[in-house]
């Protein structure tokens, strides 16, 4: 043990030499190559130009080397493998899109990520943005906000012990040691088994991501409020207008960007939720969803790459226009430079 | 200066707004707190009551039996047996006791009992008793009674030494760090050369390279997996090691990491003052200079929210590590070895808890300690419209 931590302290230091190595030297050896001499200002100039159009490419290399392999290549090779059998080697053609469109399975999870979809961003805006008007009202209000950003910080697996624990049922005449069945019974009713009770299981799973993400909706709502121009709010209580109305109809107007920014990144990170369901259920109880789904593939009988590149697809294609959104307004920030 | 000061004017009743983001604070923190306590409490409590009484005295009859006759002693015409009600090395607080198993707490402790025949009984808090008789004691054995004990709540941190030592979470934290460390140090260099060059460099492709980073910060991951985990696979059968290696998930994190890295440091360095790299630039500073001597420190804000997100991300990983490092006991991080307890310890919640807490401590510690380089980071990028 101590020599693994020996040997990542050593890695991070080569590691990190290594990278300012590179620069360093590739930086030299572009001087080395384009001398830039005194006494011949016409070469000069001309090899002051030339490093100048090989310099970003050595800054840039090493990122867009890993970009390119990590995720450029995989995306196409995705793509391709799509229409190939479970080894990858023969082609089928959409055998594997066809399975998809029947496979059982694979609309309970669509159907499972709809749902996920539905409730999750929705929950997680609506209660981020009530907690941050709530909070911005009292002094000890960022108290409050590190409690709820806090889970943030939380393994989605460690979440899932926490949760789980809460749910847990314990049979015959044992005591409910889940705060959720205690809870049941005080009030007279029955301990139930929560995650294993098909379709509503779904919504005892997404407590969780609402549990951990509203933070992070409170955090960038509460910043967006802090922003809107106090004569707005002056204006509309002078004509008479009541808390409610000016929450409804003047701040949550001038916000309206940045709840979509929220909404949609949650709405990314829902898609690909994957964590949860492998630690709470594993897919059983029909809870499976796409991203557990298509690692099942990845593994299922040695593995089917076919099959598991349909279901990574669907997820790519459903992020795709916020992808196509996203790119859009940075051209308009960086005016297309 | 806020918006939510006019709010305030027109004014909720102050108190249910107190009260409200109290509950809310309450229902947030109660299940961490769950998992806080219960990893704390001795295994058999854990099962016999829930967390939420672990603080108060659990109470419990029991029955103990008095001492022989044959220990009595003659005090004038009385003759008294005393001792305690206790065992050697068993606590608790007698809170009352009784001789009949249908009334098991007639009597209060500390308050003497009229047991007929001329006996008494006086059972204390502490355990001890002096019964008495005004005659010799006729029967052959001790008397049995019966006593309602309660016993002070119990702590320990036995459940931690259990799952560091043998149930290999040790083992995985120094796995967890051993991975987490070097995959957020990496790619900051990496990334912020990138952003440097986006930010101040003119060459042609400049914007489509943003476009491009921008595009593939959403990406999801499960698009690389399949080739990745071939081009693994075929890298390690050609040279003979091993496809799951740290070395290989140091470069997948760092590469993953990296639009969303290249994006926050590029927003921020192209948003430093135009003058202070121009003029370096007249005084002869070459680009590799200006990023050493200036762009690298003033971007520390940047660099350390990035780094924060990254950290968190990699620690916190479960999906990346088990198809890349695999999950092998040697090399398994916590999150993965969360996961394979979950399935082999199903209803060990000392050990669950335990091991639990100690994967979610070093993110908290990081979180509180630097919250507000990771809200920065968040405003820097959701706002602008990552």
């Given at each position: 043990m101590v020599s693994q931590i020996v040997s990542a302290v050593g890695v991070v230091i080569a590691g990190v030499f290594a990278c300012a190595l590179y620069y360093w030297l590739s930086d030299k050896l572009l001087q080395i190559v384009f001398p830039v001499p005194k006494e011949n200002v016409r070469t000069a100039s001309v090899n002051l130009n030339r490093r100048a159009v090989v310099r970003p490419w050595l800054f840039l290399g090493p990122a867009l080397i890993l970009l390119g392999v990590y995720l450029v290549y995989p995306v196409v090779a995705t793509f391709i493998l799509s229409f190939y059998d479970r080894s990858g080697e023969s082609f089928v053609g959409f055998a594997n899109y066809r399975w998809a469109l029947f496979d059982d399975q694979f609309r309970q999870s669509i159907f499972n990520n709809i749902l996920w979809l539905a409730v999750v961003p929705a929950a997680c805006t609506f209660f981020g943005l009530v907690i941050a008007v709530l909070t911005d009202r009292i002094w000890w209000g960022n108290i409050a906000k590190s409690l709820v950003f806090m889970p943030m910080a939380i393994s989605f697996v460690g979440a899932s012990v926490i949760w789980k624990f809460i749910y847990e049922y314990r049979g015959g005449n044992e005591t409910q040691i889940g705060l959720l069945n205690s809870v049941v019974q005080f009030f007279g009713g029955n301990p139930q088994v929560w995650i294993a009770m098909p379709f509503w299981n779904n919504f005892f799973l997404m407590v969780i991501l609402i549990w951990i993400q509203t933070g992070f909706a409170m955090v960038i709502l509460s910043a967006a409020l802090r922003g809107i121009p106090e004569e707005t709010i002056e204006a509309a209580v002078i004509d008479g207008a009541n808390g409610w109305q000016i929450f409804w109809k003047i701040m949550v107007p001038q916000i309206w960007g940045t709840i979509a920014v929220v909404w949609t990144t949650i709405t990314i990170l829902v898609l690909k939720v994957f964590d949860i369901v492998l630690t709470m259920t594993n897919g059983q109880w029909n809870t499976m969803v796409l991203a557990n789904l298509m690692f099942d593939w990845m593994f299922r009988g040695g593995g089917d790459s076919g099959r598991s590149a349909v279901i990574a697809l669907v997820i790519m294609a459903a992020v795709t226009p916020i992808m196509i959104w996203n790119i859009r307004q940075a051209n308009k920030e960086t005016g297309g430079h | 200066m806020n918006a939510v000061a006019g709010l305030r004017r027109i004014g909720l009743p102050r108190l249910i707004v107190h009260l409200s983001v109290l509950l809310i604070c309450i229902i947030w923190l109660i299940p961490t707190l769950g998992i806080l306590v219960t990893s704390f409490r001795d295994p058999a409590q854990i099962t016999s009551s829930g967390w939420w009484t672990a603080f108060s005295s659990a109470s419990q009859t029991t029955a103990s039996r008095l001492a022989d006759p044959s220990a009595a002693r003659q005090e004038g015409a009385n003759y008294v047996i005393t001792g305690s009600v206790f065992e050697a090395g068993q606590g608790g607080t007698v809170r009352a006791f009784g001789t009949r198993v249908a009334a098991p707490a007639e009597f209060q402790a500390g308050q003497p009992a009229d047991l007929g025949e001329g006996e008494t009984l006086i059972v204390n808090e502490d355990g001890s008793y002096v019964y008495t008789k005004?005659?010799?004691?006729?029967?052959e054995r001790g008397r049995r009674v019966y006593l309602t004990i309660a016993t002070p709540p119990t702590f320990t941190t036995q459940n931690y030494n259990t799952v560091l030592t043998s149930q290999g979470i040790g083992q995985s934290f120094v796995n967890s760090l051993t991975v987490a460390v070097p995959s957020t140090i990496i790619p900051i260099l990496i990334a912020a050369f990138a952003a440097y060059a986006l930010s101040w460099m003119e060459f042609p492709g400049r914007a489509l390279i943003i476009a491009m980073v921008v595009g593939l910060?959403?990406?999801?991951l499960q698009m690389s997996l399949i080739p990745l985990l071939r081009m693994y696979n075929e890298i390690g059968t050609f040279f003979g090691v091993p496809s799951r290696s740290y070395a290989g998930i140091w470069l997948a994190h760092s590469a993953f990491g990296m639009p969303l890295a290249i994006y926050l440091l590029r927003n921020y360095i192209a948003g430093l003052p135009k003058e202070i790299i121009e003029s370096a630039r007249v005084d002869g500073a070459s680009d590799f200079e200006i990023f050493i001597r200036i762009v690298l420190p003033l971007s520390f804000p940047a660099l350390a929210s990035f780094s924060i997100f990254q950290f968190l991300w990699t620690w916190n990983d479960l999906l990346v590590a088990m198809v890349f490092l695999g999950t092998n006991r040697e090399q398994l991080v916590l999150t993965g070895a969360l996961n394979a307890l979950l399935g082999s310890m199903g209803g060990r919640w000392e050990i669950l808890t335990a091991s639990a807490f100690i994967s979610i401590l070093v993110p908290i510690i990081v979180f509180f300690a630097l919250q507000r380089y990771l809200v920065r980071g968040l405003l820097a990028g959701s706002v602008k419209g990552g």
């Open positions: - | 005004n005659g010799p004691f006729e029967s910060i959403v990406v999801p």
